[in-house]
């Protein structure tokens, strides 16, 4: 079975930025859709971004436009770019993909 390990989190300021990845312990990128959800304290998870096999992307979020989903195939990696980060993205960021969770990577977004 395909396992998914995040990292990439952290720490940072309002308006910074961060680049959480995602990689698959096997190559499964180009044959499946992948999912970022983040989960805040007290709140349900939520899904933020998606990229679908063929490598479309979609946004789920209410912000559009300060997050960015892309790949790489060759490296068996999922990213989520995050820019203009704001403190309610305070959240565990976790991957999803064939059913699969990672583990998930705290980001925390001092005010």
């Known amino acids: 079975q395909v396992q998914l390990v995040e990292s990439g989190g952290g720490l940072v300021q309002t308006g910074g930025s961060m680049r959480l990845s995602c990689v698959a312990s096997?190559?499964?990128?180009?044959?499946?859709?992948m999912d970022w959800h983040r989960q805040a304290p007290g709140k349900q998870r939520e899904l933020v971004a998606r990229i679908t096999s063929a490598g479309s992307t979609e946004y789920f979020y209410s912000e559009k436009g300060r997050f960015t989903i892309s790949r790489d195939i060759a490296k068996n990696t999922v990213y989520l770019q995050m820019n203009s980060l704001k403190p309610w993205d305070t959240a565990v960021y976790s991957c999803?993909?064939?059913?699969?969770w990672g583990q998930g990577t705290q980001v925390t977004v001092s005010s």
């Open positions: 999803e993909g064939l059913g699969v």
């Open positions: 096997r190559t499964i990128f180009n044959n499946v859709r």
